[in-house]
């Protein structure tokens, strides 16, 4: 088969992606690759996926919104996001997904009776999980700490605050989309206020993965059932690597040899 794969972002080199696909790939007996692609500028995204040969990529942090605008075709729910991080070939032209979306919905599937959530973040990952909970009937509050970022959500029907004009009021589920405590110990939201919206809330959640954040040592002291981001990073990958060889393999395979993969890490 040799096809070829990649993933797009800058930095990159911190990317868990290769290992997940190329791990699956050969113990499904795919002889194909999936490299790293470091990119300087993403005006040049599409040029350089064609002159590689590439099959299909992923496209991380700062290229999706980029790489949305270079696509000749977007499918699904990216067309709302206007990020994509998935793209395949189809002959000459190049085809945009977001699997980020679906990919955190399955996530939360454990969690039942959830009609409200609180997004804490307006960023690319809050704009991908807003819609998805949009689209399965799930009221969406985003509060975010500066105001620029709301114009979006308020634009397309969100009830969007900054820290400054919001009040609380209770959410079935609290998702914390912004980087606080990716590489600190940082709140996403002033500590009281954020203790007062867990103990109102039944279920919390973080996008950053393999860590306990400020935000989830609250839900733990709490005793709310919480997850970090790792079921999103794995789902979205899973459903990448359905779209990269047309659902041709098990879907529940695919899941567990990137389990097994991500294993790898800890
Ligand atoms: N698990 C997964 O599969 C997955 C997938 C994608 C992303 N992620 C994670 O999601 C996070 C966000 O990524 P992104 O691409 O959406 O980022 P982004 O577009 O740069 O947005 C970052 C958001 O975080 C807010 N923020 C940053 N530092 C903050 C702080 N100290 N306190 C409060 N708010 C703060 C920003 O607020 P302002 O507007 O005020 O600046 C902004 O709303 C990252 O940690 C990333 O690793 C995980």
């Known amino acids: ?10 930095p990159v ?27 300087q ?7 350089i996926f064609f002159k590689n040969g590439f099959e299909g990529a992923n496209i991380t942090v700062p ?12 499918k699904g ?4 996001i206007k990020a994509v991080n998935t793209v395949i070939r189809q002959h000459d032209k190049l085809i945009g997904y977001n699997t980020d979306a679906p990919g955190f919905f399955e996530s939360i599937k454990e969690f039942e009776g959830i009609n409200s959530a609180l997004i804490l973040g307006a960023g690319g990952t809050a704009k ?33 605050y900054s820290w400054d004009t919001f009040k609380i009021d209770d959410f079935d589920i609290i998702i914390n989309t912004t980087s606080a405590g990716l590489n600190d110990n940082n709140m996403p939201l002033e500590e009281k206020l954020l203790t007062n919206l867990v103990k109102n809330t039944k279920y ?6 393999n860590k306990q954040t400020p935000f989830l040592k609250i839900a733990k002291e709490l005793n709310k059932p919480y997850k970090d981001g790792s079921d999103m990073l794995l789902y979205q990958a899973v459903l990448a690597f359905e779209i990269f060889f047309n659902n041709k393999y098990n879907k529940d395979n695919i899941e567990k040899y990137m389990r097994k993969a991500f294993k790898l890490l800890l």
Do not use: W
């Open 41 to 47: 500028d993403g005006n040049k995204f599409k040029d």
């Open 204 to 209: 919390c959640v973080d996008v950053i993965y």
């Open 1 to 10: 088969m040799n096809k070829l794969f990649t993933i797009f972002g800058n």
């Open 63 to 74: 290229f999706k919104e980029v790489a949305f605008e270079q696509c000749d075709e977007i």
């Open 128 to 160: 991908a999980i807003a819609n998805i909970l949009k689209a399965n009937k799930i009221k969406c509050t985003i509060l975010n700490r500066s105001k620029p970022r709301l114009e979006y959500f308020i634009k397309n029907g969100f009830k969007a």
């Open 13 to 39: 080199s911190h990317s868990i992606s290769p290992l997940l696909h190329n791990f699956t790939m050969k113990s499904l007996g795919i002889d194909s690759c999936y490299t790293r692609t470091h990119l």
């Open 77 to 80: 729910i990216a067309n709302n």
